[in-house]
């Protein structure tokens, strides 16, 4: 575990020797603090990985891992060769890019705004209400969100007063996907901004005296400093957020959809969940759960690499 | 902090207090219906009648849930969870985030842990394999079933990751002049710098812990050991699911009277809390700036 | 330094020997035998069991699904202690017995929940023979109450002739019955069912939903038609509530069920001709706006609010709606009253087909060393307990259960077991004479039956100030049952009996494909999306993508049963 650093010119190797040293139990030091939780990652990560062989198998839990017949791709040109799945694919990747370009967006374009308050009892207030629908399940909102934007709902009423006509948010396969994203980002942004209040706080408020005393007004002053101190984290969390992309939230479209919008509304999980899985059909789950790892892992790898391209570092 | 007089910035200030407010009053409206639904009869609720204001307005709800024994032992587990979690969190999000903000020069093998916690984040052998380790090792229906398996959040271990490379390093070089070790390092330079980061993602632990019901639905076998999200979600059972399952006519009729929506209204308002309580504790440390270019260059 | 070092290589040492014990515990074999039955300190035998629970047992204080009156009573009767495995409900369960089964630990006794999962124990050689324990234990009233079902209660539960399973059986629960407001039909001053045969046409609801729409008799202010779920169909009456069966029964069309026309074909219900007539005056209805205008996007719960407020007063559904359905209605409008009608089909009869007589099996593990115990609780618990007339005195507890209302999920047994005409015998021996005065209420001897009819008797006498729950027992045994029993007295049925019930391979590979296929579609058609016609195109999709080849796979079986 020798690392080897450089000498300055004015140590004398006595010194040197001694930082040498002090490097290498640093480095040993270091591995044994990723130690425990390098541990639990074996443990409860890596071991429990062998069932990815699941995906490969003809998988009854009668039979146990080692007693499943062997089927090799079987699942995965199964899934491929579904009638729908190019459209529930399209389905997935849309509203699940919908959800991180427009959820980062308000999240980014909150917190820029709620830090402006300065009466702190109403910044703190605001800051607790706006993450609360976070914490209400899907479950709870559908019923929200259905009674708001049916067709007799409170939406309508307000388009209707405009004397736009009735729009049928739930049932049209053209607004459905829209109703989604929006939902989903008006349930996440309060939460999500709180990252980004942190990485806010976190600029020295010694620039923004500074730029303000230069002539710069609010705006460029948030263009110049508060952005480009938030882009790392920006960046970070976008990227954290491509192996979810996939995902497009099971239990919001579960709790929303009907037949009328299953073309536009049926996403990978909805479409696997009704094709059987209710329990039973392990080893096509778990494929499609390896096809969406693998989609995740390269997407996340790529973004990585692009991101040391253009921003000259590695986000990990 | 820079205040600005002019006209235009005035009113740019009072558009942006109208619209924060607005954003709040929006993400309140739910909430308040719940909270309305909880306080309303039953049939009332079933009828779609309540809005914002309770209708036909009862405690009834209320006291259920005071009654309950098992929302009380639910709760206090999901406490213990949270609690334990939280410990077990932070400490190994901390000592691993440390070491991982290295570069590959100074922590030889630093890229070889990177993809090693990358890849677990990813690839997932999936519900049964995780159960049978978790059940040979003993831990089914323990605490531990709930606390040990998501040890590691690595999303976390990132972002803390990040704010450590972030810090300057002239001021580790100082701790380092000064004889200290790496512990000695994180703990007393590193970890009072991040603090927001820190505060930010020990909510992340909190909440992503009071809220997952998905664990105890298979590591613990009988209702009396549930957490609370999980308790609740069993209740919320569907009448569709009941009817398609084949329930007798006399156990629809005994689930309906539990399933009343403003029941389950007023549990989840109770389980909504604790939360409502943590973030204003917590909330101290988004607030105030942290003084990170306070090193004397 | 060197202590470091030395820590670090006795630290790496033990987590490397942990991880491997570890990993090789996890590949163990699941299918590994277990311990025979284990016995507590007394002597009992224990029996350990994945019980199916509810969410409103409403057991008395003290009382668990452990630890209750029944396992009292089998631990008093057959020197058994009842000890839970693992308690879930719905799909929770499900999961349950699955981690169950791969980790190779199956309780004693439990319940699974469908035919395709008793395969797969059988075919894994995972449970136990029990046709010797059933031939030599099972009381005569058991066997008479499977033999009720014609065999196939039994036959359900047997494979290569073994009985690897004892059954739940259900009962049947046709019709798909109307239900109208009673009282709104009084206040218009509508003339329903001139002959009484309880039986109306599609211009009579036509009529009677015009009627509720134009006048609004719920003075809602915003009166809606007749609302369906969006799923329109159900495999039997029981889920039955808001589908379209009554509807398909005109034309003598059975949706989701596979039957055989008169020349020996075996036809998928739902792409007959007479489904496309049925969607046909659904479609009809929709335009002309007597069907609610928000079919398809509808949630049930919003359209149990309907009912509620008022907005509609027409919903189809089984005998027992009132109990958990219109119950809510009744507690908003004191006056609401229901009246329970079937439509009339084409040949004059009331058009229904004959549910599967089982749903779920109670099974033994393979090695248990007592199975002729379930045999045993069986007996007790359906029997002996069932047909008790001095449930009093001789199970005082259990009789307290009754009264209290405790649901019959606390039995170790959560299935019901009764003869395939109980629910109608027990109405027309028992509830029916007892409310008229024929019987008196204390020569009911069956403590649940006896309980309803002392509630209905308390509607009767008081109609003004009774309950609702009084109500709604009113209503589903007097006219929902009341009913049935007017219709088979009446010869009004005309039963089809499907030829399958199962799942073959195909369906399990692509049946979640066609059933969204035929909701999205059928939605199409009502809403007028597509005109009619499509159905045709919509058939021929099913076939191709999938259906002949279920159709060609149930032929396969059932010549194989010949």
């Not at chain 1, 190019?86 to 959820?103: D, P, R």
């Not at chain 3, 009767?77 to 409900?89: G, M, S, Y």
Request: charged share 20%; net charge negative.
């Amino acid at each position: 575990m020798k690392v080897q650093i450089a000498k300055p010119a004015d140590w004398t190797n006595a010194e040197m020797v001694k930082q040498q040293k002090k490097w290498n139990w640093a480095n040993s030091a270091y591995h044994l603090m990723m130690l425990p939780g390098m541990i639990f990652l074996i443990i409860f990560s890596y071991i429990p990985m062998f069932g990815i062989i699941m995906a490969f198998q003809d998988y009854i839990p009668a039979k146990g891992v080692l007693g499943s017949e062997f089927v090799g791709m079987e699942h995965f040109i199964y899934l491929f060769q579904l009638p729908d799945i190019g459209l529930v694919f399209k389905n997935t990747m849309v509203i699940a890019f919908g959800k991180i370009l427009l959820g980062t967006f308000a999240a980014i374009v909150f917190s820029i705004l709620l830090n402006e308050i300065r009466l702190k009892l109403l910044k703190k207030s605001i800051q607790t209400v706006v993450y609360l629908p976070h914490f209400l399940s899907w479950v709870v909102l559908a019923a929200v969100v259905v009674n708001m934007f049916s067709l007799d709902g409170i939406v309508n009423q307000i388009l209707n007063s405009f004397g736009i006509d009735k729009l049928n948010f739930l049932g049209s396969n053209s607004l459905f996907q829209p109703l989604l994203i929006g939902t989903d980002v008006w349930k996440e942004f309060g939460f999500n901004s709180i990252v980004y209040l942190a990485a806010i706080t976190a600029v020295d408020p010694g620039l923004h005296e500074a730029a303000s005393i230069d002539g710069a007004n609010w705006w460029k002053r948030i263009w110049h400093i508060t952005l480009p101190s938030m882009l790392p984290i920006i960046l970070l969390l976008a990227i954290l957020s491509l192996p979810n992309i996939l995902n497009a939230g099971f239990d919001q479209v579960y709790n929303l959809y009907t037949p009328m919008v299953y073309e536009s509304g049926d996403i990978l999980d909805t479409y696997v969940y009704r094709t059987g899985i209710l329990g039973r059909e392990y080893s096509f789950g778990t494929a499609v759960g390896i096809f969406k790892s693998i989609i995740g892992m390269v997407l996340i790898i790529s973004a990585n690499e692009m991101a040391k391209k253009y921003t000259d570092r590695k986000l990990f | 902090m820079v205040e600005s007089k002019s006209i235009s910035a005035r009113i740019g200030r009072i558009v942006i207090h109208a619209i924060v407010i607005t954003l709040g009053l929006f993400s309140l409206l739910p909430l308040w219906n719940i909270v309305a639904i909880s306080f309303s009869s039953s049939e009332a609720v079933t009828a779609n009648a309540v809005g914002l204001i309770p209708v036909n307005f009862t405690t009834e709800t209320y006291k259920m849930i005071m009654e309950d024994v098992q929302f009380w032992r639910s709760f206090g587990i999901s406490v213990q969870r949270v609690f334990l979690s939280l410990i077990l969190n932070m400490v190994l999000i901390v000592l691993m985030a440390y070491p991982l903000s290295k570069s590959k020069r100074v922590f030889k093998g630093r890229n070889i842990y990177m993809n090693l916690l990358i890849f677990s984040m990813l690839f997932s052998g999936g519900m049964i394999p995780t159960y049978l380790v978790v059940k040979d090792l003993n831990l089914l229906n323990t605490i531990w079933s709930l606390v040990l398996p998501g040890a590691v959040q690595v999303f976390s271990i990132i972002l803390i990751m990040n704010f450590f490379i972030g810090i300057p390093k002239s001021l580790e070089e100082a701790a380092i002049m000064d004889g200290a070790n790496p512990l000695q390092i994180l703990v007393k330079v590193f970890i009072p710098i991040s603090l927001p980061a820190l505060a930010t993602v020990a909510l992340f632990s909190i909440v992503g812990n009071w809220n997952d019901f998905f664990s105890g639905l298979i590591y613990m076998t009988k209702v009396s050991n549930y957490p609370l999200m999980t308790y609740i979600q069993s209740l919320s059972i569907s009448i569709e699911e009941m009817l398609k399952s084949g329930a007798s006519s006399n156990s629809l009729e005994n689930m309906m009277q539990v399933s009343n929506k403003n029941l389950n209204a007023a549990k989840i308002v109770v389980s909504i809390i604790p939360l409502l309580v943590i973030y204003p504790l917590l909330q101290k440390y988004f607030i105030h700036g942290i003084v990170v270019g306070s090193v004397k260059e | 330094m060197k202590k470091y070092r030395a820590i670090l290589k006795r630290v790496t040492k033990l987590s490397i020997a942990s991880m491997l014990t570890v990993s090789l515990a996890a590949c163990v074999d699941s299918s590994s035998s277990q311990e025979s039955a284990s016995k507590t300190e007394d002597g009992k035998t224990v029996i350990t069991l994945g019980r199916v629970t509810s969410a409103n047992p409403k057991l008395p204080e003290g009382d668990t699904y452990e630890n209750n009156a029944y396992t009292r009573i089998v631990e008093e009767k057959l020197d058994a202690k009842i000890v839970n495995q693992f308690e879930a409900e719905g799909e929770d369960y499900d999961r349950q017995v699955a981690l169950a089964i791969a980790s190779g630990e199956l309780p004693d006794m439990m319940r699974v929940n469908s035919k395709d999962e008793l395969k797969e124990l059988v075919e894994n050689d995972l449970i136990a023979d029990l046709t010797d324990v059933y031939e030599e234990h099972a009381s005569s009233y058991i066997k008479e109450i499977y033999d009720s079902y014609d065999g196939r209660s039994l036959a359900d539960a047997t494979f290569d002739d073994r009985l690897m399973a004892i059954p739940a059986t259900n009962g049947a629960n046709a019709p798909n019955m109307v239900w109208i407001r009673q009282d709104w039909i009084d206040k218009l001053g509508l003339e329903l069912d001139k002959d009484g045969d309880s039986l109306i046409t599609l211009e009579e609801l036509e009529n009677t939903a015009k009627a509720f729409i134009e006048n609004d008799p719920g003075a809602s202010g915003n009166p809606v038609g007749i609302p369906f779920a969006h799923w329109l169909n159900s495999g039997d009456y029981g889920g039955s509530a808001l589908t379209m069966s009554s509807v398909a029964g005109v034309f003598n069309a059975h949706p989701r069920h596979y039957i055989e026309d008169k020349n020996g074909n075996i036809m998928y219900g739902s792409t007959t001709e007479g489904t496309k007539k049925a969607l046909g005056v659904l479609a009809e209805l929709f335009d002309k706006g007597i069907i609610d205008p928000q079919f398809g996007t509808r949630t049930w719960d919003d359209i149990m609010a309907l009912l509620t407020n008022g907005q509609t007063g027409i919903v189809t559904g089984p005998w027992h709606i009132p109990d958990w359905g219109l119950s809510a209605v009744k507690e908003m409008d004191k006056n609401a009253d229901f009246v329970a009608y079937t439509l009339e089909g084409e040949n004059g009869k009331a058009n229904v087909f004959r549910e599967n007589p089982t749903g779920s099996f109670i099974v033994v593990r393979k090695d248990y060393s007592h199975p002729e115990l379930a045999v045993k609780i069986l007996n007790l618990i359906y029997d002996e307990l069932g047909n008790a007339t001095n449930l009093e005195t001789d199970y005082p507890e259990i009789a307290k259960y009754n009264e209290l209302g405790v649901d019959g999920s606390t039995r170790p047994f959560n299935i019901e077991v009764y003869k395939s005409t109980s629910t109608l015998d027990d109405f027309s021996n028992l509830i029916e004479p007892a409310v008229n005065g024929t019987i008196s209420i204390d020569e009911i001897t069956k403590a649940g039956i006896k309980n309803d009819a002392k509630t209905i008797l308390e509607y009767v006498k008081d109609p003004d100030n009774a309950e609702t729950a009084a109500w709604s027992k009113y209503h589903s045994r007097m006219k929902g049952i009341g009913l049935i029993e007017k219709f088979t007295k009446a010869d009004t049925f005309n039963w089809t009996t499907p030829v399958y019930y199962g799942t073959t391979a195909t369906m399990e590979k692509k049946g979640a494909n066609l059933l969204k296929l035929e909701e999205e579609d059928f939605i199409k058609i009502v809403t007028g999306t597509e005109p009619l016609d499509y159905f045709d195109t919509f058939v021929s999709n099913w076939k191709k993508q999938g259906g002949d080849e279920i159709i060609d796979e149930i032929e396969a079986e059932l010549a194989e049963q010949q």
